[in-house]
DNA sequence: ATATTATTCAACTATATGGTTGAATATTCA
DNA sequence: TGAATATTCAACCATATAGTTGAATAATAT
């Protein structure tokens, strides 16, 4: 069992790279193989394939195999927890922007 | 200039640390000196210290020297960063849910 | 069966991170 | 001014991460 903590801990260590959050991107929009990702950066196949584990890790992408390839999508159900964990502090500051309006508000008066 | 891109990756890895989030969780209720944070953690003061300097980069958090003490607030900005990066994938998954409810309700009929 | 293609694994290196301890700095109190 | 309090800095250690290269495995094509 992984604590949801550890999870999150996953989660956002994925997205703190630049590389897997364009991987993230690419994918979005359309399924792609191992390889296909691997020629977008200059970078070797296997460090292509450890990110992909990191991005798997952390339960953010799929991969299935599909012949000789490895096709991998997005899973959006872990982005899902990051965005619930944000969501807390999403009120918190539009609290701030609605207290920051009903001041300047009462200003122009 | 720090780019856009390396203020996502200092938030992120910001948020992978369960400590850091947990001290986010409770300054967000109260702002508070690093002296009283230090002792919710089995850590020492230094190690603390070190939590909110990485917090403080990645501007998730500041620092307010108040008589001897640092009073440290959380700062939404970043937040707001790391909240409107992920409200991309929100938009995705929200299209996937409504695809599956049409979906169920049509099976239904 | 063998060769080709796609991917992963293992071993290694360099750098970053999270922790410690002890000294250094800043501010207040007596 | 000197002592006490609050925080940071510097040096160090252990572990994790991101990258490499070369061998190993899996599936397909000949």
Redesign the interface.
């Known amino acids: 069992m992984v604590e949801y903590?550890e999870r999150?801990?996953?989660i956002?260590?994925s997205?703190?790279?630049?590389t897997r959050?364009d991987i993230?991107r690419r994918i979005?929009r359309k399924e792609l193989s191992v390889g296909e990702i691997a020629k977008s950066y200059e970078l070797t196949f296997a460090a292509v394939s450890k990110h992909l584990q990191v991005l798997e890790r952390a339960k953010l992408v799929k991969k299935e195999r599909r012949g000789r390839e490895q096709v991998v999508r997005?899973s959006?159900r872990a982005?899902?927890e990051?965005?619930r964990?944000?969501e807390?502090?999403?009120v918190?500051?539009e609290e701030?922007l609605d207290r920051l309006e009903e001041y300047l508000s009462k200003e122009n008066k």
Chains 1, 2 share one sequence.
């Not at 997205?15 to 630049?18: R, V």
Request: no cysteine; aromatic share 14%; net charge positive.
């Open positions: 903590s999150l801990d996953h956002f260590a997205l703190a790279d630049p959050r993230l979005s997005v959006l982005l899902g990051a965005d964990y944000l807390r502090y999403r918190l500051w701030r």
